[in-house]
């Protein structure tokens, strides 16, 4: 079965104590991961550290970082390099997040090398994509989405890109408590698998992950999780709350 994930995403929330509070409410929830399960933490970067030694190596769950530079080091003042990532313990970055396109103007080029680096490092990307709600009203999701892929994501030889996790987040159900149908979702994830599978083979294209993310809760996780194409979910939000994200990780197939 493919690796399902419930991946927080905090942005740029908590103060230290109550990043600490939170995850030792997540540590000490009842939560049974199975062994194809796994919970991925993206949290503030200057907390990175202290969760991975306040997990210390709890099975199924590991810690992200929210972003990356594209070099490997050198004279880029305020900038968090992969290697710097991996020294601390960090297994995942997240790269593309539409918030980051947005405001930070990363374009797909520039995600492409982040890409790279990342899986050069050891660090696994969750690639964001997805599209805004202008060209979700015009029904041209799959062409912005399979762009996206494309340019990010298909320099990469089929044995980089199958250690990479895709979510797929419509920018209109960001943190707006507006989610995608579950009919929406698995459509949209299927498109992308069959787009991968075009690009790589239909083998490795059934081993990717790729996630759900725009406003999933405790209340429509099981439904979003459970279509066939969906391998989890990218969640804002309600990641916040340990009783809702504990609910959100139970949900997973
Ligand atoms: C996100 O930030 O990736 C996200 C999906 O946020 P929310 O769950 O709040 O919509």
Known sequence: MRTQIAAANWKMNLTLPQAEALLQQLIEAPIQLH???QVVLAVPAPYLHRMVQLLNGKPGFQVAAQNCYAQKSGAFTGETSVE??????????VIGHS???????ESNQLLAQKVSIALEYGLTPIFCCGEPLAI???NTQNEWVA???????YHMSADQLKKVVIAYEPIWAIGTGKTAS????????AFIRSQLSHQYGASLAAEIPVLYGGSVKASNAAELFHQTDVD???????????????AIIQALK
């Open 84 to 93: 710097m990532l991996v020294s601390i313990g960090v297994t995942h970055v």
């Open 136 to 138: 979700r009203e015009a």
């Open 99 to 105: 918030e980051r396109r947005e405001y930070f103007l």
């Open 232 to 246: 989890g979910g990218l969640v804002g939000g309600a990641s916040l709350q340990a009783v809702e994200f504990t």
């Open 147 to 153: 762009k996206q892929l494309q340019e990010s994501l």
């Open 182 to 189: 579950s009919e929406q979702a698995q459509d949209i994830h």
């Open 35 to 37: 062994e194809h399960q």
